[in-house]
């Protein structure tokens, strides 16, 4: 199982990015599906999440900017950022809770699986 981010770049201050990240693999079924970011010198920290029935957990300080969405079709999560801030700049990384399918062919347990990250930089 791959998760594959993309989206991220460069954007001015009160713009807008949308992430996506995709998993692949011998995939059974997705639980929650999420994005993080690191700050330089920081731990990383939660962003936004979605459960595989739709319900959405959003941090504070960045409700109402960022939206998150699902296409469960395509194993895929989004982020969608707009009036970006300088301090938005982070790698940002997604995160997907995955049942695969073993080598017994049966689905295994759920397993946290992270993408690669995705540079976003917003400039002031």
């Known amino acids: 199982v791959q998760l594959q981010a993309s989206g991220g770049g460069l954007a001015q201050a009160g713009g807008s990015l949308r992430l996506a990240c995709t998993a692949s693999g011998r995939i059974f079924s997705i639980r929650d599906m999420g994005w993080w970011r690191q700050f330089p010198g920081k731990e990383r920290e939660w962003v936004a999440s979605?459960?595989?029935?739709?319900?959405?957990n959003i941090l504070d300080a960045v409700k109402g900017r960022f939206t998150i969405s699902r296409d469960n079709a395509k194993n895929t999560v989004y982020l969608q950022m707009n009036s970006l801030k300088p301090e938005d700049t982070a790698v940002y990384y997604c995160?997907?809770?995955?049942?695969?399918?073993?080598?017994?062919?049966?689905?295994?347990?759920?397993?946290?699986?992270w993408g690669q990250g995705t540079l976003v930089t917003v400039s002031s």
């Open positions: 979605s459960t595989s029935d739709g319900v959405i």
């Open positions: 995160n997907a809770g995955i049942r695969s399918i073993g080598e017994t062919q049966l689905p295994t347990d759920t397993h946290y699986y």
